[in-house]
C-alpha cells in the first residue's frame, strides 16, 4: 500500500482507470554508495544493476495497480521497503513498454533462480523473460 498525504489526494484522480504505475521512491535505508556491485557471481557497475548503493538513492519501479481508495493506493509488485517516502507517480501507458529488451545472460540466469524463491510468477506475472 502506498499513502499518499493529504494535500496531494487531489492528484489521484483518474489514476484508478490505469491498470500499473510507476512508483519513484527515494532509497532512504541506503546507508553507502557502491560503484561496483555483485550480479548472479559477477561484478558489474552499479548503474549495470538495480541495486539500491546509488550515488543517488532514486528507486523506480512499476507496479500493478489493485485500487484506489484515497489516500490510499493498494499495489502489487511495489520492491520498496515499508515507510519509504514516495517522490512521484506516473501512470503507466503504451510509451513505457518495451518487448525483449536485450539483457546480460547473468541477469537471465538470476532471473530464472529468484523467480520461484521470490514469487515473481504471484506477485507480477508480468516480469521476466518471454
Known sequence: ???????????????????????????????????????GGVEVGVFATRAPNRPNPIGITVVELCRVEAPNLYVRGLDAWAGTPVLDLKPYTYWDVVKGPRVPSWLKARWLECKSEERYDEIAPWLGPP
Open 1 to 39: 500500500m502506498i499513502r499518499i498525504y493529504d494535500e496531494y489526494v487531489e492528484g489521484l484522480r483518474g489514476l484508478e482507470d490505469y491498470s500499473h504505475v510507476i512508483v519513484v521512491y527515494h532509497l532512504h535505508g541506503v546507508k553507502e554508495t557502491k560503484l561496483v556491485v555483485g550480479g
